[in-house]
């Protein structure tokens, strides 16, 4: 028998991360390879919560989250951008900032569509711009600097063009996009009329006095932008699954149309507990976990480099892309399993985040673990010897 099946379905595999993940498993040794945030849940994140199911509030919540959710997003995003936000018409709330981005691509953009990422790229975004049968066109960024210019985006633009993809901080590199890049993108989506499709997952992860900046910052991105994040990270709550989108509200409302089809809601008594994490913690809780995550960021960096493997030292977000240049192996996955196997240590191999050969020889490790896993990961990965 031979039924008939989809071509998504070739589109879509088990993706580097979790694949590294199961590995790392089976052989026992530390997990870098996926970004879990090893800090604890902030306690009046968890109270919250608590209380929210003893008060009952455990049913279907609207489809775009809690009113008081999206009161306190709207607050916080107008106090990050300076940009007034209107809580009723403006923010969608679902199932992780992924899941605010899939509905975002089945609500704005069609089959055929052509979208901007820059590569290094995070391989979710790929995966859902092609299982809706939208085409990625990828603009190179190079390291140290993973820079871009005007002319290169201008070149990848085509009649079929429909939006960019910005994310900064950057996953895997770390990259913190400067107000002149922003710019640069924001131009030519107005000139052209493209959406833009932000993903600000570690907008708090910020290092060496780099500042986080949206599109939305600049003249006339308003209309323009679809900004997405979430409270995976910051609060180390990854399985929560409470992201949101912030846009005009004629994108807003089909968005949210495609959330209710697809996810109904978000966990009605977890938006609670964010709502007290945004109402509760300060500057100074964003702050310290920025403070933490620097110390952390450089003590890996520095096991990578007395290890030989040439770590790319990121502005933002908590991973590392390092050169394995050295491991033996003939492309990233085969220098990411041996080095597994030589130090117990795992990470992603880099062709997980380039559409060609360019990722062969990196690997990206993360850093979001507490600071004994972290210790032993940097003392092993320090004495790596071929």
Same mark, same amino acid.
């Given at each position: 028998m031979h039924l008939h099946v989809s071509k998504r379905q070739g589109l879509i595999s088990q993706s580097e991360i979790r694949a590294m993940t199961s590995e790392c498993a089976r052989l026992g040794g530390i997990n870098l390879a996926q970004g879990v945030c090893d800090l604890e849940v902030p306690v009046e994140v968890r109270e919250g919560a608590h209380k929210a199911i003893e008060d009952g509030i455990n049913v279907y919540t609207r489809y775009d989250g809690l009113p008081a959710l999206r009161q306190a997003i709207a607050r916080k995003h107008e106090a990050q951008t300076g940009t007034p936000v209107d809580p009723e018409t403006q923010i969608v709330v679902s199932s992780g900032s992924t899941g605010i981005f899939h509905c975002a691509v089945l609500a704005l953009l069609d089959p055929g569509d052509e979208v901007i990422v820059f590569e290094p790229f995070y391989s979710y975004h790929i995966a859902t711009l092609q299982a809706a049968g939208v085409t990625p066109v990828f603009v190179r960024m190079e390291p140290p600097r993973w820079g871009i210019t005007p002319e290169e985006i201008e070149r990848a633009v085509s009649p079929r063009t429909r939006a960019i993809i =910005? @994310?900064?901080?950057? @996953?895997?590199?770390?990259? *913190?996009?400067? =107000? +002149? +890049?922003i710019e640069a993108v924001a131009g030519i989506a107005r000139d052209r009329n493209l959406f833009v499709f932000t993903d600000e997952m570690y907008e708090h992860f910020v290092y060496d006095g780099v500042q986080h900046l949206s599109p939305v910052v600049v003249e006339g991105m308003a209309e323009h932008t679809i900004t997405t994040s979430g409270f995976s990270k910051i609060f180390s709550i990854t399985g929560w699954r409470i992201g949101y989108c912030v846009c005009n509200e004629k994108w807003a409302q089909a968005i949210g149309h495609l959330n209710d089809l697809i996810y109904v809601c978000a966990p009605a008594p977890l938006q609670m507990g964010v709502v007290s994490g945004l109402n509760s913690l300060g500057r100074g809780y964003y702050d310290s976990v920025a403070g933490q995550y620097e110390r952390k960021r450089d003590r890996i960096c520095e096991a990578l480099s007395s290890a030989g493997l040439k770590p790319h030292i990121p502005?933002?977000?908590?991973? *590392? =892309?390092?050169?394995?240049?050295?491991?033996?192996?003939?492309?990233a996955r085969e220098r990411a399993l041996e080095f597994l196997r030589a130090t117990g240590v795992a990470s992603v191999p880099g062709s997980a985040f380039y559409h060609d050969h360019a990722g062969d020889h990196l690997s990206r490790f993360c850093f979001a673990k507490d600071d004994a896993v972290l210790d032993e990961a940097c003392r092993k990965i320090a004495g790596y010897r071929i």
């Open positions: =910005l @994310n900064t901080p950057a @996953n895997p590199s770390g990259k *913190v996009f400067s =107000l +002149e +890049e502005q933002g977000a908590y991973y *590392v =892309l390092a050169d394995m240049s050295i491991v033996p192996g003939s492309g």
